[in-house]
């Protein structure tokens, strides 16, 4: 088969790899630890799961406008106007099926051959992938561990040039846990103010932050038009195989993304949208329970790290990923996240699956239970004693 030239550019979610090779270790009777999905392993809350079902009885099981529901459309701009700081039209809306069509089709609409697109590594694996897909020049911009993994808005003021389409941010992050600061986004913002760069702000951890705020640079005064916001029901509201998302943007470029999800999939499915408007409306005692208990599970594995000679570890500030330097264990990171798999049968992976500048580190998920957490972190141990 001859496939097209532009598939060899193509890149994938190491994630999922390394999650089919753990469940084959399981098929054979090995008693693997998951720790390498970020998954939330709660359960969706009921009064969205309720929702569904009545909307599923109640007919929503047709074609959609494109754009999204009109009424889901003006939950999600209320929502964003309350969380965000910034004001949102509903025609500033798309909603779409997951947080990563944003992604693919933001860099579709806007980037051409040979246009620059920065982007943070080591980072979520599917910037990179897209902005080669669709023909542009991806620019990395290095997250540093002596600055918790945020942006350094100087390295990027050097990155910026005449061919920069767009710069990539997402906070908290993905998978170093690092959070952006308002000083940080108001620098980045006048970077890209100066020059009329588009800022695709990634932010699914949006709710799950243990210390501090969270802020979106589209609230920084100017950048609103600027701003390219892609958020996700994945996560704050362990929903990731209803597969429901959304993107907030100026409204011609709105329309365009909505051009492409008529061209690529129609529509959203229409009642899991009527579950989302349940979700941003409904209770949120259980998100905010779901992240307490995320909290305590970041002490535990954060201590446990520390207490293991040759990996230290920063305690993040938010999302549920832990990213500890192993550069003194001797081993590189691939090799050690492959050691881990198949000698402790714990599932993590290697810093270099997002990006060359994960060297030296590997990212573990306590999306777990405390009882697995400290079990895994006792077989690393054993391993590298």
């Excluded at 760069?197 to 243990?210: G, N, Q």
């Excluded at 192993?326 to 081993?331: F, L, N, P, R």
């Excluded at 992976?349 to 060359?356: K, M, P, Q």
Aim: proline share 6%; hydrophobic share 40%.
């Amino acid at each position: 088969m001859r496939l097209a030239e532009r598939m060899s550019r193509l890149g994938t979610e190491t994630a999922f790899d390394v999650l089919a090779r753990a469940k084959q270790l399981e098929a054979q009777g090995k008693p693997i630890i998951h720790l390498e999905i970020g998954e939330p392993d709660f359960d969706t809350p009921q009064h969205i799961i309720d929702a569904a079902s009545e909307a599923l009885n109640s007919g929503w099981t047709h074609y959609g406008p494109s754009a999204g529901d009109p009424e889901f459309r003006a939950v999600i701009a209320e929502h964003i106007q309350k969380s965000r700081g910034f004001p949102v039209e509903p025609e500033e809306v798309v909603v779409v099926p997951g947080a990563k069509p944003i992604i693919y089709w933001g860099i579709t609409a806007l980037v051409d051959p040979g246009d620059e697109v920065i982007y943070p590594n080591p980072g979520f694996p599917i910037y990179e992938s897209m902005i080669n897909f669709c023909g542009g020049v991806p620019v990395p911009i290095p997250l540093r561990e002596e600055i918790e993994f945020r942006l350094d808005p100087a390295e990027l003021a050097d990155l910026v040039s005449d061919k920069t389409k767009m710069i990539i941010i997402n906070s908290p992050h993905n998978p170093t846990s690092g959070v952006l600061t308002w000083e940080d986004l108001e620098a980045i913002a006048e970077i890209a103010m100066a020059r009329d760069i588009m800022v695709m702000t990634d932010e699914p951890y949006e709710l799950i932050l243990y210390e501090g705020k969270h802020y979106s640079i589209g609230a920084v005064d100017g950048m609103k038009d600027l701003t390219i916001l892609l958020d996700c029901f994945s996560k704050t509201f362990a929903m990731t195989g209803w597969r429901l998302g959304y993107g907030v943007m100026n409204k011609e470029l709105a329309a365009q993304i909505a051009k492409l999800q008529t061209n690529c999939t129609s529509c959203t499915t229409s009642f899991v949208q009527r579950a989302g408007i349940a979700a941003l409306q409904g209770p949120m005692e259980p998100s905010l329970a779901m992240v307490a208990e995320f909290k305590k599970r970041r002490d535990v594995i954060v201590d446990g790290l520390n207490a293991i000679p040759g990996i230290s570890c920063l305690r993040p500030h938010g999302a549920f990923y832990v990213f500890p330097n192993v550069t003194e264990t001797g081993y590189d990171c691939r090799e050690l996240a492959d050691k881990i798999l198949e000698e402790a049968n714990v599932a993590v992976l290697s810093g270099t699956a997002f990006g060359e500048y994960g060297e030296g580190y590997l990212r573990l998920s306590y999306a777990n239970s405390v009882e697995n957490i400290e079990e895994a972190v006792k077989r690393i141990a054993e391993l590298l004693s």
